[in-house]
């Protein structure tokens, strides 16, 4: 039972240690979920010209958003996931959808 006690601490450490080394792409993955959606989505149904159940099946990932609005008057997509909010916007025939900062 200590030994198996020993190695748990072992492992429990080196994981730590290895988020600490990790900690700045660990902070922004929360970013990606919503901004990876938005983009996609944004891609999908204005540059491709795809329906919006398509769309919404495309980019469905296994972490859930909590918000998704997509407003076809300006072309404009916002996401949230993980507590970020993020918005893509078509730019027209050429230069596709930009993240908006």
Avoid at 34 to 57: H, I, L, P, Q
Wanted: with cysteine; aromatic share 12%.
């Amino acid at each position: 039972m200590k030994l198996l006690r020993r190695i748990l601490l072992v492992l429990l450490v080196l994981l730590l240690g290895w988020g600490w080394l990790e900690r700045e792409n660990l902070w922004a993955f929360p970013d990606i979920i919503s901004a990876y959606t938005a983009k996609e989505y944004c891609s999908c149904r204005y540059v491709m010209s795809n329906d919006a159940e398509y769309c919404r099946g495309y980019v469905k990932q296994w972490l859930p958003t909590s918000h998704f609005s997509d407003d076809p008057a300006s072309k404009t997509i916002t996401v949230s996931g993980m507590g970020r909010r993020n918005s893509a916007h078509w730019m027209g025939q050429r230069q596709g959808c930009r993240l908006q900062p």
